[in-house]
């Protein structure tokens, strides 16, 4: 199975990175947030993070006392700049589609794994080795696309009105699993959509208890400073989920 | 706090009968098989029916092997019916809102409940109350409208092609919780919205592990003798869960 690359690509790499120096996007607001409110102590702790990206969050944990971070990403481009802006002698980055961390072979206290999930398609095979991968106890904490939002193949799918103010989210096929094809700077980015009642069992069927979920929305006092947020009422964009071995 | 009983409202009451009379419908083919595909096996246990209605389920559950059964409704008008049709030694039917089942004092091995949940407005209190009345490894499965149905107020909320195909649900306010207020034979029926991570979590939080999710969809097998069910596909009609304690 060939995994998607599509962070190699250079117009997505290019169009991701300036997303991401704007700092005032849905992932600063909502997704980090949820994630971080998640996330146990980590002092003395082996933490793995699964599609680390720029490495922004390796680096967060060795300041939260993370004994030691492996960060593993598909992409060699993104891996490129973490080497430069978030190294540290406790962090370990490895070019690796997150489908092939059994071959890691090694013992994690935290596996956590921020918006990435959505471009895999098995699941279930990640979830499985995660859970091999932690000790008694460990924590996995995860976020992704929230399924309302995967579900869709394609652009926009909110009915607006005649000033653009969206209305409603026309939804359809959340009941079909599997590959959806959008766009993303790029044609033709792949994500995985499944129900949340399909993430919850796979996670229950490889052992875990589930902790927590979170579907993320804004409170009234960040709603004042960006009012435009108010349409994650009508769609949340974020779930997460944490569950403990 | 007033409960809502509108089983016990003329028209609401043969409207609802009516349509229990056809076998044909999306709780017979749907909400009932899911529900019992998690039931425990239950010989010799004693079981909680919360929202019993007719008693076709604690009825059901007595032939399954239950040594007893206690089904609790706030509509004396569907107690009587049970009482006529669906009475048994085993069985108890008590007049009751579910909110008020701490003072039940017993203690039983499994709790269902199927498609009330949605008319309580105190889900954690009652979940709480489940909790202490179930012995240790006790079950709970409930089935309730899916969040994708219980976030609309009012009637139809479909975009439909010139046929009146539905094309797709017009979701909005999934984020806001809380009262809506419906119409289902009568005016003003008052349903209760909760996100799925808001139903999970408040599971967790009483204490109970969760075990499996369903939000059940059409078999191939069924779609080609009801077509019409094709429909569920955009959106499930009901939740289920299935929790331990």
Same mark, same amino acid.
């Given at each position: 199975? *060939? ?5 190699? !690509? ?9 997303? /991401?120096? !704007? ?22 702790? /082996? ?38 802006? !978030? ?14 961390? *059994?071959?890691?072979?090694? /013992? ?7 918006? *990435? ?39 926009? /799918?909110?009915?607006?009105?005649? !000033? ?7 939804? *359809? ?73």
């Amino acid at each position: 199975m *060939a995994k998607q690359n599509i962070y190699d !690509n250079e117009t997505f790499f290019e169009g991701y990175k300036k997303l /991401r120096d !704007n700092k005032i996007n849905a992932n600063n607001l909502f997704e980090i947030p949820a994630l971080f409110s998640m996330m146990p102590d980590l002092k003395g702790k /082996r933490v793995l993070d699964l599609g680390c990206g720029f490495g922004e969050h390796c680096k967060q944990f060795i300041h939260r006392g993370a004994q030691k971070v492996v960060g593993i990403d598909i992409s060699e481009k993104m891996l490129e700049v973490a080497r430069k802006e !978030n190294s540290d002698s406790g962090i370990t980055y490895i070019n690796m589609p997150m489908e092939e961390i *059994a071959q890691l072979k090694e /013992r994690f206290d935290v596996v956590v794994s921020s918006l *990435a999930f959505h471009y895999v398609e098995d699941f279930s095979g990640v979830v499985r080795s995660i859970y091999d991968m932690l000790d008694a106890d460990g924590i996995f904490i995860f976020s992704q696309e929230n399924p309302l939002c995967t579900c869709h193949s394609g652009g926009d /799918r909110w009915t607006r009105d005649e !000033n653009g103010k969206k209305l409603h989210l026309n939804l *359809a096929d959340y009941g079909i699993e599997g590959e959806r094809e959008s766009v993303w700077f790029v044609d033709n980015v792949k994500k995985y959509h499944r129900t949340f009642s399909t993430i919850i069992n796979t996670l229950i069927e490889a052992g875990f208890s589930v902790e927590k979920m979170i579907e993320p929305l804004p409170t009234d006092e960040l709603l004042q400073q960006y009012p435009d947020y108010k349409d994650l009422f009508h769609k949340p964009d974020f779930l997460l989920v944490r569950v403990k071995k």
